[in-house]
């Protein structure tokens, strides 16, 4: 399969991305065992039909190094110059205390290792707490290891307007931030979008079909039972469409993502990812893959021949007008970490 040019973006001047990023929080253990072999395996297949972006971090299992094995395999098979074809975003997220410069370094020499790589593509930065500010001497260092070649680019995941606009504006180049952002959850739209346009930031957005809830599998169905709740990410959007307005509003927004989606043959996910792609200011949408498990391959392709139009907008936002304000109930992007 050959993924059309429009699901590629120049995220960087040096990095040419897939719009769909093959998220890989699902090979941590948390959503279902993985057989590496076959996890691997599936990475060949998500990579080969186009889907060439990986989103992974420190603490999502044995990701990293399964990026390393990836990439060894993908050098023997078909010579070393395919491996620039591969973008692996990695995050690093510290537990609090001193950021020195050794403890910076080995953590980033780490990650180098694992993912076999000699500098990393993207470095997505996490941080538990504001008031300690610490965070801006871990970027300080992350900053000196870009300047020594470790790092290409760095980024944050889950950091608020507030604390991102801090860090911009303190010097420091910021390619991305990583937050939640779908239908149902739309706090990045009040004030996180607009800086980031402003500031030539781009958003790489997770949750985005609600761990799989926001497809054609939920529409029509009771609200799922805590054992049918087998993933960490279904738990999780089960939990944020608690917060947003409840399982009966949930269905009337699938019955409307299924008429557009009808009227366009394609899926509700598509409906879902293409609605979240064509918001300002995102780069890429990540789509978890429990590798190995199952696949979405051909579906999401679709995505990026869908266009959405303005009467798909107005049925859609008719539904999402009736929900709670997620941005008074929580707060900006990432508060629910803190
Ligand atoms: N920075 C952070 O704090 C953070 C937090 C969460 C996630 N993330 C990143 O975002 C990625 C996405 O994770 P997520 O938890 O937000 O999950 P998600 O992408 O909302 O959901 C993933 C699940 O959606 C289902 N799915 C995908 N495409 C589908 C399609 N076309 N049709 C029907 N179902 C489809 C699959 O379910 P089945 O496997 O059951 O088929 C898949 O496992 C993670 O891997 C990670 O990289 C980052």
New binding site residues.
Partial sequence: MNLPQTSRLQFTPDLNICRILN????VSGA?GSIDPERAVQSMFEHFDAGFTTF???DH?GPAEDFIGEFRRRLAAARGRDALAQVQAFT?WVPAPGPMTPALVEANIDRALRRMDVESLDLLQF?WWEYGDQRYLDALGRLADLQRKGKIKHLAL??FDTEHLATIVRGGIRIVSN?V?YSMVDRRPQLRMAEFCRAHGVGLLT???????LL???YLGAPPPRRAELN?A?LQ??SRMIDAWGGWDLFQKLLTAVAEVARRHSV?I??VATAYILDQPAVAGV?????LG??A?IE??ARVFNLKLDAEDGTRIDAVLSGSRDLFAAIGDCGDE?R
């Fill in positions: 998220g890989m929080w699902q959503h989103d992974l971090a999502y995050k996490h995941t889950n990583q939640q997770y949750g985005t079909v609600c761990g799989g497809s054609d599998r993933t990410s999780k959007y899926s996910a598509n990540i789509l978890g893959v429990r498990v199952s979405h579906d999401n970490y």
